[in-house]
């Protein structure tokens, strides 16, 4: 079933892992492939990408929606993260989503979220978004690992939105040898530039007006690049425009695509990855480049 057509499907939903398993096994035994899309729901173009490419790589898709309270810190949005879960079913529905998975915070952590098992992938878990959110990749690592474990897929899909995150993913599956493989899917922009987000709903008309200026920093630092500025230079001046346009940054920053260690003169695969304010709101996005 190898198609990116539209396809509307009748969506199951299921809440428990053992219900979850009975499904999956019933198609694996049917000889289906099984793709998988985590998501927190608030569901928009960028997840339904995801679905989509799931689509391509697999005969049935499993999207999840569980808000990972491990993976927030005690100062951050958990509670006004943004659930929308009717409007979500019907979007995963009209993409081609066979099973919803929406597990309580009980059923993923019922020993409680503080004293399970915990999953690290040290060193890319404490730069950039994770020196500035302390535990946040553990417990992205932790409910993707687990997850993964509940759904057991053949692929699973993640934006490349979050290009930190999916390289801490592809990480913990190679260390833990899952028989998972996992595909970054491109960034969904809207029409002006700025990355898709759910928390692009907490922007004011004003800052919304204000946030294609994070993405535009990110292409002249990439023009800059490529025009032969030094990397130190370059990073400066997209951390001037962030400021000019009224966010406040909190980093601006060329790395290695492969490792995220800061990139050197000598590389040439390098992503730019920022992440700033605007308000209350904390954004982020990246682009990467091809030097010659
Ligand atoms: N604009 C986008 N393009 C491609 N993938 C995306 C985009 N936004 C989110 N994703 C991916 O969707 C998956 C679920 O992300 P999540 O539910 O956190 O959505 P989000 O919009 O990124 O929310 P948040 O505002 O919390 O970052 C992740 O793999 C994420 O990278
Ligand atoms: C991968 C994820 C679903 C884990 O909670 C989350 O970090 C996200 O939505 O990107
Ligand atoms: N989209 C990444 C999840 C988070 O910011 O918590």
Redesign the pocket.
Known sequence: MLSTAQHSTHLMQVEHIAELRERVQAWRAAGERIAF???????????L??VRAGRTQADRVVASIFVNPLQFGANEDLDA?PRTLDADRRQLSETGCDLLFLPSVREVYPRGQDTQTRVEVPGISDILCGASRPGHFVGVATVVCKLLNMVQPDVA??????FQ??LVIRRLVEDLAMPVEIIG?????ESDGL??????GYLTPEERALAPALYQALKATDEALRAGEPIARAERAGLDALDAAGLRPDYLSVRRTEDLDPAGSEDRALVILAAAYLGRTRL?DNRRVALE
Do not use: C, W
Request: aromatic fraction near 6%; proline fraction near 6%; charged fraction near 15%.
């Open positions: 899309v985590p998501t927190m729901g608030n569901l928009h173009a960028g997840h990408s995801l993260y899909l993640f934006g490349e939105k979050d995150q999916l899917v491109p960034i969904a922009r990355a898709m987000s759910s928390r692009n982020i």
